[in-house]
């Protein structure tokens, strides 16, 4: 199983500021098949990266993923008040699927 | 327009049963793998269980094999997971997903509490 941890836990910042969260898996990800999703209190999360670096329908361009293999990252470029979320990183590259812990962001 | 709408979450004593069903639209439900992903007040998120496409194949993880059953019928563009012999560490929104690999869309959840 592949375990991938998030850091850091928590992220303050202040609007206009980057965010840069990190997830890292225990084995190599193949084929890059990493996503990232948001999740804002009381919703259900939103895709928004996958294949790594590929921005799902609707995604503001401030979003973005990076990475391969073993570390990947999300970045947003330039945070809004609306960011303000729990961003969790999931393999889809080998069973079973795993999350990691999660990257609460506060604005 | 995709959507997921889950139903049929509630109050149940442990030991009980419940199912809970997942209503789907917008797209050619027969052409994907659908996924039930949980999590418990507070936590992160754990997949549960997924079913290909034309229902051949289903998966589950390790706490609920042998517990949990999921289905679908195409016909009705409808997914079911039918839970038995619950427990206090089941509670948890239930989350549908839509499984294009990544989990392109969610349903709103719905709230499962195991309790006396």
């Known amino acids: 199983e592949i375990v991938l941890t998030q850091s850091p836990g928590t992220l303050s910042l202040s609007p206009g500021e980057r965010a840069t969260l990190s997830c890292r898996a225990s084995?190599?990800?193949?084929?890059?098949?990493l996503a990232w999703y948001q999740q804002k209190s009381g919703q259900a999360p939103r895709l928004l990266i996958s294949?790594?670096?590929r921005r799902a329908t609707g995604i503001p361009d401030r979003f973005s993923g990076s990475g391969s293999g073993t570390d990947f990252t999300l970045t947003i470029s330039r945070l809004e008040p609306e960011d303000c979320a729990v961003y969790y990183c999931?393999?889809?590259?080998?069973?079973?699927?795993?999350f990691g812990g999660g990257t609460k962001v506060e604005i | 327009e995709v959507q997921l709408v889950e139903s049929g979450g509630g109050l149940v004593q442990p030991g009980g049963s419940l199912r809970l069903s997942c209503a789907a639209s917008?797209?050619?439900?027969?052409?994907?793998?659908v996924r039930w992903v949980r999590q418990a007040p507070g936590k992160g998120l754990e997949w549960v269980a997924n079913?290909?496409?034309?229902?051949?194949?289903?998966y589950y993880v390790d706490s609920v094999r042998g517990r949990f059953t999921i289905s679908r019928d195409n016909a009705k563009n409808s997914a079911d997971l039918q839970m038995k012999s619950l427990r206090a560490e089941d509670t948890a929104v239930y989350y549908c997903?839509?499984?294009?690999?990544?989990?392109?869309?969610w349903g709103q959840g719905t709230l499962v509490t195991v309790s006396s």
């Open positions: 997903t839509r499984d294009s690999g990544p989990l392109d869309y």
């Open positions: 917008g797209f050619t439900f027969s052409r994907y793998w």
């Open positions: 079913i290909k496409p034309d229902g051949s194949e289903t």
């Open positions: 084995q190599t990800v193949s084929g890059s098949y």
């Open positions: 294949g790594a670096s």
């Open positions: 999931q393999q889809y590259s080998s069973t079973p699927r795993t």
